[in-house]
């Protein structure tokens, strides 16, 4: 792995399938044990940063942290320094002298982790920046479709919703497409980026196409994103045209969804609270993967530094 | 540059014969059987662990369970080193991890490894367990003993001590993995 996780190019296809190996084999039996916590990080100072509200995200990086045995600090904009109107850079500073070994990072502005890893001695994680990225979130995915269906490579995703604002659907078209999956977007034009064909996706205007794939990707419509333009005629026109119930899939496919779902808006509720979704086990792998994340950015930042000072023999212990 | 000499140690037979004389060192500690159970270390260790188990349930006809520990999260050289255990560049991440499919609570374990070297290995495994619960007694066989030993530990059952130096390696090689059975000296030359 490389030195952070910022981007999902930051992974190659052999930091994926040995990220999600040790989140199957280490992490999700862990959190079926009586005793939730390995020494594994023991002594580590992990802290979370976040600029923008999140429930999953934090609270599955916070427990990842604390059940490698990693000391865990988490700092919310609102209630910390930032909200006296300290610049990102001056918080990074600050943070870094307490000589941390990983900040996890989300911010509401595209390339915001990024700028804090060019500030701090710690491994840097992205967990959503803005209309950026989101790779952990793309890896618990790919983990859950694992899970779900074995072999990805040829598997047809459809990605329906707010493509535009969506860091998630902008990880996973390429995290997808690195697993060998087929991906589709299905969005009203207003909710698609420019040049979204680009992206290496099939573009669509309607849920028939749903009728093609296995997957149904659903993304969360961010209406605090829409302030001051209309991306969609009107909510209600958008929920007539786009929002995904049971009546649109057929035997065997299955539903993800990133959380937190909008019911009635992108998800008929029905279908949010059936088992055709897997949005909780997406929550369950969310919790291992990001233990390997945590766990294998230090592994082999450690593996790295012994390569580069010099020989040693290696005599198994 | 030197080379490396590899000379095989234990053969095939002896070292078959080795196995049955460790099960039969087991079960004559005059020990609860239905209280047995054993452990292996991942990978060679947990292949010993089903060999063991497997002679012992011939030798009483009582079911022994057998468990595997992965011990690559309890570690103390996490830092330092780096994963030994994780191979990146493999296509397919061999698939591990801990599977112990009975409570150990009150059990006598019978933790297994095929080489005992620093002891480090065995600290960390004795960690993992106590994860799992609290069993009555934990017992060490291993199948060589080559000295060298950075902790207090003692196995209980030894299939032979190789004394080596440092820059030698030991390498147990069990049919599961390698294809056939033999224990082997490697020394730089």
New interface residues.
Partial sequence: MNRHLLSINDLSR??F??LL??A???FL??SQ???K?????RGRTIIDLFYEKSTRTSTSFELAGKR?SADVINVKADSSSAGKGESLKDTVLTLNAYRPDIIVARHPHVGAPAFMAAHTAAHVINAGDGMGEHPTQCLLDVFSLKQAYGDLRGLRVAIVGDILHSRVARSNIAGFQKMGMQVALVAPPGLLPRRAEALGAAIFHSLDELANVEVVYLLRMQKERHEGANFVPSLREYISHFCVGRRHLREGQRVLHPGPVNRGVEIENELADSSENLILQQVEAGLAVRMAVL??I???S?????ETSGPR????? | MSGVSVKTVVPADQLGRTIVRIAHEILERDQDISQLAVVGIYTRGAHLARRLAGLMEEFTGRDIPVGEL?I????D????????T????L????????HLPFGIDGKTIVLVDD?L??G??IRAAI?ALF???RPARIQLAVLVDRGHRELPIRPDYVGKNLPTS??E?INVRLSEVDGEDEIVLEAVE
Avoid: C, M, N
Avoid at chain 1, 313 to 317: D, F, G, I, M
Avoid at chain 2, 77 to 84: F, P
């Fill in positions: 052999a930091d399938d040995s190996a040790t199957e084999k280490d039996e862990l044990r009586d005793i916590k390995v020494p594994t990080l490698l766990y294998r230090i592994i082999d450690a593996a790295v530094a012994k023999l290696t005599t198994r212990v | 992965d690559s999260l309890y570690r050289d996490v830092a330092a080193r780096g994963s030994l994780i191979r990146p560049k296509p397919h991440p061999e698939l591990r991890g801990t080489v070297f620093t480090r290995t960690d994860d799992y619960g440092q820059e390696r």
